[in-house]
């Protein structure tokens, strides 16, 4: 592969408002006096805990049995490490804005980082839609009328989720700190409640449904390795989410407040979803009729149960005797949707703004998507990005008002493609990956003359994560694996004859992925050339790149009353101190730019 990378385009619009670091209650303080970085940790939890964990393992125990399950979740969680030891260690050297295309477009394939932001774009966008229809469906529990779910969950829940997206990235953190926090003692409570009804009826002896091990339901597998592979994707979609803390780059407050969340988010959200999925499996039997229907099946099982729902710990906790509970429980459930949507718009349009930011205005078409990059001036927020965010899926909620087999098949193909499209993006994060390790050993001696901090094997390098020494074997096992997700994706059609709805929640998103990477080489004039970015051998091609990426880095940015309050720490404060030093001086040292938030906003980068 051999195509070099264009100059930066001159970037005019303004960068967002840098205020995430720590937990959100330290947020004033400037970095030296806190190092906390779990506020970003809780951003990534409100992106990954929604109702998957939930509803997607209780398809892969229905399908695979109590052993098939934990196996599948063991494998994805593997996979999930691996593709995070990637995201972490370049986010930690490159905490960028627009951080997941530029990787892919500086390592890989100019025009494929275009396609990777706009597939991470529509995985967030859609499944902003998607979670508010999950909330609905959970509301039936207590009976709620399909005219109240409309009132409810299509219109009030994601405009008041817009409205706080509005107010500015500060109040948007505030919410998700806590609903991040929340959603983590949901997922801990609940994994400790299936542990005691387990306790209190038995279940965990010999005769247990966790006993049963692999299983598999003849209507959609007919061996146990058939059904583990079915399983697989199916929980592999619940892992969604644990690369948004590139993401956040985009408001972090330094390097620093990225580090943290970025080693552990991943061995988090595996340890949790491994005990509330053991959990599951030692109170559930794998033929539970109150188990939630496979796509495809003929039969709804538990269309005439009691409680009126699908959910393992919602049901389990009913039958357990603990009804008022179970309505307790509910009801964190639909919180819990309703902060993943309110993630999910997050994300969307920070890869939006992110993309179109950065988009030539050569033409017409270039200068009108050049809008949505548009930024309030008062908050800070990427305002166009935001609306066109929530409103390009508003509608997918509504189909389900009208029925019909045609429209929920719709409805199934963008809910699986969007996790599928995360999933695409997760593989080209590890290739680019694989190539920046590959390139920097590659100029390792010349390298360590010139730029010790880019060479991995120098005491300058900064990121430091738990795998980093074994790299890039995790970056493969991450690259690979999700391949394997892909190929195992067909596994709806090996036992059951192929359809087109079935073709179409497999890989429709690679196939119009691909048709746009076509696209875009054909209008870029670059489909008759080489592809890929060249590694050059020379290091001061490898440099410029490197510093193509710094040109974007994060600079501390101390808040206004972190300033105030650090002054007054410091001994000799006062008005001859302030003189001496001068009121622009960084106060973390030749790193520093300055204080961020009192720039103009309309000044260019």
Same mark, same amino acid.
């Given at each position: ?178 609903? +991040? /926090? $929340?959603?983590? #003692? *949901? ?6 409640? %299936? ?6 009826? &038995? !279940? ?122 179970? +309505? /307790? $429980?509910?009801? #964190? *459930? ?6 993943? %949507? ?6 969307? &349009? !920070? ?145 059951? !004859? ?108």
């Amino acid at each position: 592969m051999e195509q070099r990378q264009q100059p930066l385009p001159s970037i005019r619009n303004p960068k967002l408002k840098q205020t995430l670091y720590g937990f959100q209650v330290f947020v004033g303080l400037p970095m030296p006096l806190t190092r906390l970085s779990g506020y970003s940790l809780f951003i990534v939890l409100s992106a990954v805990i929604g109702s998957g964990i939930f509803n997607n393992n209780a398809q892969a125990l229905e399908l695979a049995g109590p052993a098939g399950l934990i196996l599948s979740v063991v494998v994805i969680g593997v996979v999930a490490i691996c593709v995070n030891e990637c995201i972490a260690e370049l986010t930690q050297q490159f905490p960028v804005y627009n951080a997941i295309v530029e990787y892919v477009r500086v390592f890989v394939d100019e025009d494929l980082g275009w396609v990777i932001g706009i597939a991470y774009w529509y995985a967030f966008a859609s499944v902003f839609a998607v979670q508010n229809l999950n909330a609905a469906i959970l509301s039936t529990y207590w009976g709620l009328g399909q005219t109240w779910q409309t009132l409810a969950f299509y219109f009030l829940a994601p405009v008041g989720i817009l409205v706080l997206n509005f107010l500015g990235v500060f109040y948007y953190g505030i919410v998700e700190t806590v609903g +991040g /926090f $929340l959603k983590m #003692c *949901l997922v801990l409570g609940a994994s400790i409640l %299936s542990y005691v009804i387990a306790a209190k009826f &038995s !279940r965990g002896g010999s005769i247990g449904p966790i006993n049963d091990g692999f299983e598999n339901d003849k209507d959609f597998a007919s061996n146990h390795s058939k059904a583990v592979c079915f399983a697989i994707p199916l929980v592999a979609y619940s892992f969604q989410g644990v690369e948004v803390i590139a993401v956040t780059a985009f408001e972090a407050r330094d390097a620093s407040a990225l580090r943290w969340p970025s080693r552990w988010i991943a061995y988090v959200v595996f340890l949790l979803y491994l005990l509330c999925t053991i959990g599951e499996a030692l109170n559930v039997a794998w033929f539970d009729p109150h188990l939630p229907l496979i796509y495809g099946d003929p039969v709804a099982k538990n269309s005439t149960m009691y409680p009126p729902t699908s959910s393992v710990i919602i049901f389990t906790t009913f039958l357990a005797g603990y009804q008022s509970l179970a +309505g /307790f $429980l509910n009801g #964190c *459930l639909i919180f819990s949707v309703l902060s993943a %949507s309110n993630t999910s718009l997050y994300v969307s &349009s !920070r890869t939006l703004y992110g993309i179109t930011r950065e988009m030539p205005d050569t033409n017409w078409l270039n200068k009108q998507i050049r809008r949505l990059s548009l930024v309030a001036p008062r908050t800070g927020v990427p305002a166009a990005a935001l609306l066109f965010s929530a409103v390009s899926f508003f509608w997918l909620p509504f189909l389900q008002l009208k029925g019909g087999y045609a429209l929920q098949d719709l409805i199934e193909i963008m809910s699986v493609s969007s996790s599928v499209a995360c999933l695409i993006v997760w593989s080209a994060l590890c290739l680019a990956f694989i190539r920046y390790h590959w390139w920097i050993k590659k100029c390792r001696n010349n390298l360590d003359r010139l730029k010790p901090e880019y060479n991995r094997d120098s005491n300058q390098y900064e990121p430091n994560t738990f795998l980093d020494w074994f790299q890039p074997i995790p970056a493969y096992i991450g690259l690979v694996g999700c391949v394997l997700v892909f190929g195992l994706a067909s596994a709806t059609w090996w036992d059951n !004859r192929v359809t087109l709805a079935n073709v179409a929640i497999a890989y429709a998103a690679h196939i119009v992925l691909f048709v746009l990477f076509v696209l875009l080489k054909l209008i870029n004039k670059r489909l008759f050339k080489p592809w890929g970015v060249k590694l050059d051998p020379d290091v001061q091609t490898l440099v410029a790149q490197l510093d193509r990426l710094n040109f974007k880095k994060l600079p501390r940015a101390p808040s206004r009353f972190g300033v105030h309050l650090q002054r007054l720490l410091r001994p000799g404060h006062g008005a001859r101190s302030n003189e001496n030093r001068g009121d622009s001086a960084p106060l973390n040292g030749p790193q520093s730019s300055g204080n961020i938030e009192a720039a103009p906003l309309h000044g260019s980068t």
